[in-house]
Nanobody, 127 residues
Framework: QVHLVESGGGLVQAGDSLRLSCTASGRGFSISRYTMGWFRQAPGKEREFVAAIKWSDGTTYYHNSVEGRFTISKHTTKNTVYLQLDSLKPEDTAFYFC??????????????????WGQGTQVTVSS
């Protein structure tokens, strides 16, 4: 079983920054074989892809709504993936989830491609 634990959410004002963290653990879990992604879900909306990083080579991919404002990165020895959120907007308000899926030739960005999910962390941006 793989466990993903997120942290770092909170209430901020528009223009502020936050850094989300997600630490992966589990018996036999080899993170180098996985892609780590971030999704978000706002009230009444579908869960949507935000960003992902392929652990083995560091390839990243972003949703166009966050590219240039959010940065995904990894800490190899801590099995932790980060999502730096800069220039936050009220429309970024959502529950943010971390996910892990077996890597493929492309960076995973669809929900069904991810096998493991964290419990999420709330990000609220006031105007």
């Amino acid at each position: 079983q793989v466990h993903l634990v997120e942290s770092g959410g909170g209430l901020v004002q528009a223009g502020d920054s936050l850094r989300l963290s997600c630490t992966a653990s589990g018996r036999g879990f080899s993170i180098s074989r996985y892609t780590m992604g971030w999704f978000r879900q706002a009230p009444g909306k579908e869960r949507e892809f935000v960003a992902a990083i392929k652990w083995s080579d560091g390839t990243t991919y972003y949703h166009n709504s966050v590219e240039g404002r959010f940065t995904i990165s990894k800490h190899t020895t801590k099995n932790t993936v980060y999502l730096q959120l800069d220039s936050l907007k009220p429309e970024d308000t959502a529950f943010y989830f971390c996910a892990a899926g077996p890597s493929r030739d492309y960076v995973l960005r669809r929900r069904y491609e991810y096998d493991y999910w964290g419990q999420g962390t709330q990000v609220t941006v006031s105007s």
